[in-house]
């Protein structure tokens, strides 16, 4: 393989990736969304908030890395990758929101639920288009 090859392979690679956290993040601002409003509707209580939105952030990062990843090899890696990536964006989009920056034994949480979301959909994402 020539380097031309070796370079547009590598780009496609961070466009799924890029891509896939771009759709996990709508997904997920979404979700939050429609969660609060269920849980403003249904009388929730608070105790199920943090499961709720642990819940959500698995998804949008499935569904990002079903979505987007599409190459064969290493889906385990580009997903882990995704995930990652995406509690930390995730992470300071609702910090924004939010108003406040706190980091704290919930964002280790995050990233290690998130990571192995996305290495989990990954392998099924590449697998799945054999």
Same mark, same amino acid.
């Given at each position: 393989?020539?380097?031309?090859?070796?370079?547009?392979?590598?780009? =496609?690679? %961070? #466009?799924?990736?890029? !891509?896939? &956290?771009?759709?996990? @993040?709508?997904? +997920?601002?979404?979700?939050?969304?429609?969660?609060?409003?269920?849980?403003?509707?249904?009388?929730?209580?608070?105790?199920?908030?943090?499961?709720?939105?642990?819940?959500?952030?698995?998804?949008?990062?499935?569904? =990002?890395? %079903? #979505?987007?990843?599409? !190459?064969? &090899?290493?889906?385990? @890696?580009?997903? +882990?990758?995704?995930?990652?990536?995406?509690?930390?964006?995730?992470?300071?989009?609702?910090?924004?929101?939010?108003?406040?920056?706190?980091?704290?034994?919930?964002?280790?949480?995050?990233?290690?639920?998130?990571?192995?979301?996305?290495?989990?959909?990954?392998?099924?994402?590449?697998?799945?288009?054999?």
């Amino acid at each position: 393989m020539g380097r031309k090859q070796s370079v547009d392979k590598e780009r =496609g690679y %961070i #466009f799924e990736i890029v !891509k896939a &956290n771009i759709i996990a @993040l709508i997904f +997920a601002l979404i979700a939050v969304l429609l969660s609060a409003l269920a849980v403003k509707l249904f009388n929730i209580s608070d105790g199920a908030i943090p499961i709720i939105n642990q819940v959500i952030k698995t998804l949008a990062v499935f569904v =990002g890395c %079903i #979505f987007s990843l599409k !190459k064969p &090899n290493n889906g385990w @890696l580009r997903g +882990a990758v995704c995930g990652f990536i995406f509690a930390w964006l995730s992470f300071v989009v609702f910090s924004l929101l939010d108003g406040s920056f706190t980091l704290g034994l919930n964002m280790l949480n995050d990233c290690v639920l998130s990571t192995a979301a996305g290495l989990i959909t990954g392998i099924i994402s590449v697998n799945i288009r054999k």
